[in-house]
């Protein structure tokens, strides 16, 4: 039996029933065909949110990588193959090995009708139980609650990251009922750690973690950063200290929180790995994550007139994101550099308030995303932004785009970032 906090679940999230049971339901039968993987995983992290969830395990993965330990991961979406989903001890599952456990679930599901995530679930915990390694990192895939990942009853920790709104058609339009909806891959006896919440989030969560006596941790409450101007910055947890941390590689001051989340878990994890001061600085300084505030370089960048001019691709898609990419220009305002936004977004997924933040420090050009299986038309990004006097133009795609903006800026120097979808990272790689 799944484990359930003794909480009031709500039978209905948006105009969608939801019946607790009925992933898990489909699931186990498989598992257990399979000889139940999902009982034999390394230490596991367990991990949901909005926004972070994606850096805050990469910041993890990282930190197990310098420190010599084997760690595997699950994480979504992929950009560009699959197989990113899945990572087995720090590198993508290969082809062959990906084929065999795919086809091990097949055989496994009989009549069973899984969703995507489902299976893939499966077949990323069947891999984890093949290859041994000391730590999982566990990316939930959307929500929390009837995640497939929330299957698993034993983690050393869990973590949430910031929560916002996003797919509101699944976990609601109250921040109060996303935030139970993430909060309930709680365990009891595992230790909680939270990245700045609303009020009104974290104290759902309070409530939850309270009823069912887990110990639970927050940023800015429990656990601090001091940073200096240059970038360098301490820790301080309870007894737990780290000084002189390095200025992290990832682009924002939003990553110093992701940070400071992902050491408050590494030292309440402590006793069963130990991790040295130098892992975590050696991780902090290499840590790389494709599409997060990532410097375009190369063709493309000196297809601008400027020598000076920049690209960026962030994969910002909600409000919470956008306001944090507003705060990252905001620190590099520069007269005589002017600021375009390109934008493309999932259908319905654009949002007056993702528009909003940007308008304040950039020129809004909306694109179709090429690489979005139902991509927003840019005309109707374009009409919700007029809506409310906010400027923007249309180009067909983020070629079109750029090009539109080299044409218009000859030799100015400009800023062009890139947001709204992860998808336009796919588009990105065939200008």
């Not at 899945?86 to 456990?101: A, C, K, P, S, T």
């Not at 682009?251 to 402590?270: P, V």
């Not at 902090?284 to 505030?293: A, F, G, M, P, Q």
């Not at 539109?404 to 709204?420: A, E």
Request: include cysteine.
């Amino acid at each position: 039996m799944v484990y359930l906090p003794h909480w009031p679940i709500p039978s209905t999230v948006g105009n969608r029933s939801i019946d607790y049971e009925t992933a898990f339901d489909r699931m186990l039968p498989v598992l257990n065909r399979l000889k139940n993987p999902h009982l034999k995983l390394p230490p596991t992290i367990h991990i949901a949110g909005t926004n972070g969830k994606g850096s805050t395990a990469t910041f993890l993965a990282q930190i197990f990588k310098c420190n010599k330990n084997k760690v595997h991961a699950l994480t979504s979406p992929h950009l560009h193959h699959f197989n990113e989903r899945i990572i087995l001890d720090g590198e993508m599952i290969n082809n062959r090995f990906l084929y065999e456990i795919m086809e091990e679930v097949r055989l496994a599901s009989k009549d069973a009708i899984l969703t995507f995530m489902e299976s893939t679930t499966i077949a990323a915990f069947l891999a984890f139980s093949k290859v041994k390694a000391d730590i999982l990192i566990l990316e939930c895939n959307m929500g929390g609650r009837i995640d497939a990942t929330n299957i698993i009853q034993d983690k050393i920790a869990a973590i949430i990251t910031p929560i916002s709104y996003d797919h509101e058609e699944y976990l609601g339009y109250d921040i109060r009922r996303i935030a139970l909806e993430k909060a309930m891959i709680m365990r009891p006896q595992t230790p909680l750690f939270c990245s700045s919440q609303s009020n009104e989030a974290k104290e759902i969560i309070k409530i939850l973690a309270n009823d069912q006596n887990i110990n639970h941790f927050y940023y800015d409450e429990d656990f601090f950063i001091t940073k200096n101007d240059k970038g360098i910055f301490d820790f301080e947890f309870q007894n737990y200290e780290l000084k002189n941390l390095p200025k992290p590689n990832l682009q924002g001051d939003h990553q110093y929180i992701n940070i400071a989340t992902a050491l408050a878990c590494i030292s309440k994890i402590s006793q069963q790995i130990k991790i040295s001061k130098l892992a975590i600085s050696q991780a902090i300084k290499s840590c790389k994550y494709h599409s997060r505030l990532q410097k375009i370089e190369g063709a493309l960048q000196k297809s601008l007139q400027n020598k000076e001019s920049e690209i960026w691709i962030d994969g910002a898609h909600n409000e919470s994101g956008a306001f944090a990419l507003k705060k990252w220009l905001e620190e590099r305002q520069d007269e005589d550099c002017q600021n375009y936004a390109v934008v493309g977004f999932s259908h319905k997924k654009c949002r007056l308030g993702f528009l909003k933040h940007l308008n304040d420090v950039a020129k809004l050009i909306a694109v179709r995303v090429n690489g979005e299986p139902n991509p927003e038309n840019p005309e109707k990004i374009v009409e919700i932004a007029r809506s409310q006097n906010i400027s923007a133009i249309n180009q067909e795609n983020l070629a079109q785009a750029i090009d539109f903006i080299t044409q218009k800026q000859q030799k100015k120097k400009c800023r062009i970032i890139i947001c709204g979808s992860f998808y336009l990272a796919r588009d990105l790689v065939q200008i």
